[in-house]
C-alpha cells in the first residue's frame, strides 16, 4: 500500500519531472505546456499533499493504472479543467472497440474566460531498455520491454493511429453524443517513463543505463542494491529488499537503485546473462518489420 508521503512523491514527479518519453511523437504534450498546467494548479491549490489524499490507493500493480489515479487527482484539483469522463468505454456491435482515457472540457483557454474547449487524453507510463538491432549496427535502437512483450513503436503506432483517433470512430460518436459531447478540439497524448541506454564501461554503475547480472558483478565494493516495486518506479529509493547478485541467478530483468555517491543513486535494470542475445534478436525482428 503506497503511503500518503510517497503519493506526494509521484505527484511532485508528474508535475515537475514528465518529460515526454519521445519528443517527436505526434500529439505529445510538451515542457511547456506542463508548466502551464502546473502553475495555474499549484496557484490555485499550493498544498500538493490535499491533492494526495483524493488519489485512490492502487490495489494493483499496473503502473498505467496508479498513474492514471494521479492524474484522475490533479485533473479534478485543476481549476481550468472539468473532467467528463475517465475509461469511457466505446462498443460497437457488442465488442469493446477501445476506451477514453480522459475526456476534458478545458476551461479558460489561453487565458479567455469565455473560451472553452474539449479534449480527449491518453496516457502512457512506460520503461524500455534501448537495444540495438543483432542484424545491423548501424540501426537505430529499439527500445523494449524488460519482459521483451512489447516495444515503442508497436506502442507509438497504436496510440497515434488507433488510442488518439479513437472520437474518429462512429461506435466512439454516439458514446460522446451520450455526455453531450458535439465534438472533440483538441487531442493529447501525454507519454513518460524512461528509457535506459546499454551498460557503459565506467567503474560504477551509471545512472539510467541497463547490465547484465554478469557485468554487475564486476562491480568492486559496491553499496547494497535495492529491488524496486513496479510502483515506485516513478520515484525509486535507496530502500527496498536488498538484492545479491553473486548468490541469486537472476530469471527476469529487476529495476534497482544503488547509491554512488554522498550526493547521488543509480537507478538502473539488471537483466539475465541471456537476455541481451534474446532481445537483439527481438528488436532485429521489430526493426526488420519496419522497413
Known amino acids: 500500500m503506497k503511503k500518503n508521503y510517497e503519493i506526494i512523491d509521484d505527484l ?10 519521445d519528443q517527436t511523437l505526434p500529439f505529445g504534450h510538451d515542457r511547456a505546456w506542463l508548466d502551464c498546467f502546473r502553475q ?8 500538493i499533499a490535499s491533492i494526495a489524499e483524493q488519489v485512490q490507493r492502487p490495489h494493483s500493480v499496473r503502473l498505467g493504472l496508479y498513474v492514471e489515479q494521479l492524474w484522475l487527482a490533479l485533473i479534478s484539483a485543476h481549476p481550468d479543467y472539468q473532467l467528463l469522463s475517465h475509461n ?17 472540457r478545458h476551461l479558460n483557454v489561453g487565458g479567455n474566460s469565455n473560451k472553452t474547449r474539449i479534449e480527449h487524453w491518453e496516457l502512457a507510463c512506460k520503461y524500455y531498455l ?3 538491432p543483432e542484424v545491423e ?4 535502437d529499439i527500445w523494449l520491454g524488460p519482459n521483451l512483450n512489447d516495444d515503442w513503436l508497436s506502442k507509438r503506432h497504436k496510440l497515434t493511429a488507433k488510442q488518439i483517433k479513437l472520437g474518429e470512430l462512429p461506435a466512439a460518436q454516439v458514446a460522446l453524443s451520450r455526455l453531450g459531447i458535439a465534438q472533440i478540439d483538441h487531442r493529447m497524448i501525454l507519454a513518460s517513463g524512461r ?7 565506467n567503474s560504477l554503475p551509471q545512472d539510467g543505463h541497463w547490465y547484465t547480472q554478469q557485468q554487475w558483478r564486476k562491480f568492486d565494493n559496491l553499496p547494497a542494491t535495492y529491488l524496486q516495486d513496479k510502483l515506485d518506479w516513478l520515484q525509486p529509493k535507496l530502500a527496498g529488499q536488498v538484492l545479491d547478485c553473486h548468490s541469486l ?13 554522498s550526493d547521488n543513486k543509480a537507478c ?5 546473462d541471456d537476455w541481451p542475445l534474446r532481445a537483439q534478436k527481438k528488436a532485429a525482428a521489430i526493426h526488420a518489420a519496419a522497413l
Request: aromatic share 8%; hydrophobic share 50%.
Open 195 to 201: 528509457v535506459f541506454l546499454p551498460a557503459s564501461s
Open 249 to 261: 541467478q537472476l530469471a527476469k530483468p529487476v529495476f534497482v537503485t544503488t547509491k554512488i555517491n
Open 137 to 140: 549496427e548501424l540501426a537505430p
Open 12 to 21: 511532485r514527479v508528474l508535475l515537475f519531472g514528465t518529460a515526454p518519453i
Open 268 to 272: 538502473c535494470f539488471i537483466v539475465p
Open 40 to 47: 495555474r494548479l499549484l496557484h490555485h491549490q499550493p498544498d
Open 88 to 104: 469511457l468505454q466505446v462498443i460497437d456491435n457488442k465488442q469493446t472497440v477501445g476506451a477514453f482515457d480522459f475526456l476534458v
Open 130 to 132: 534501448a537495444v540495438t
